[in-house]
């Protein structure tokens, strides 16, 4: 390993810490500012998203296992996803109807 890599390698988990931060400053100013409960809502959902993709991929090293390791983290996602969408019909009945 040359120098350039092992001192890119030491400045990674830094980077990351750093857009963990900001993503934090993100979430607060999305919920201080007056920008609509919807809007607010998005902001932070895909900031959650962000962080713990953050998070997986390069504190518990999932950027570098096998594709398998992939599979096992990606399909509990998944299927959340398709159950969250099968509930919209009675979210909407609830409290539309």
């Known amino acids: 390993m040359n120098g350039t890599?092992?001192?890119a390698r030491l400045l990674?988990?830094?980077?990351?810490?750093?857009?963990?931060?900001v993503l934090t400053a993100l979430e607060l100013g999305a919920v201080r500012a007056s920008i609509g409960r919807g809007a607010t809502v998005a902001l932070l959902?895909?900031?959650?998203?962000a962080k713990a993709a953050?998070?997986?991929?390069f504190f518990m090293h999932l950027?570098?296992?096998r594709?398998?390791?992939h599979a096992i983290v990606v399909?509990?996602?998944v299927l959340l996803a398709l159950f969250l969408l099968a509930l919209i019909p009675d979210i909407g009945r609830v409290?539309?109807?």
Do not use: K, N, Q, T
């Not at 953050?54 to 991929?57: F, I, Q, R």
């Open 45 to 49: 959902l895909g900031s959650a998203a």
């Open 12 to 21: 990674r988990p830094g980077a990351v810490y750093a857009w963990l931060a």
């Open 5 to 7: 890599a092992g001192r």
């Open 95 to 97: 409290h539309l109807g």
């Open 75 to 77: 399909a509990p996602l």
């Open 67 to 69: 594709r398998l390791l």
């Open 54 to 57: 953050l998070v997986a991929l």
């Open 63 to 65: 950027r570098v296992e």
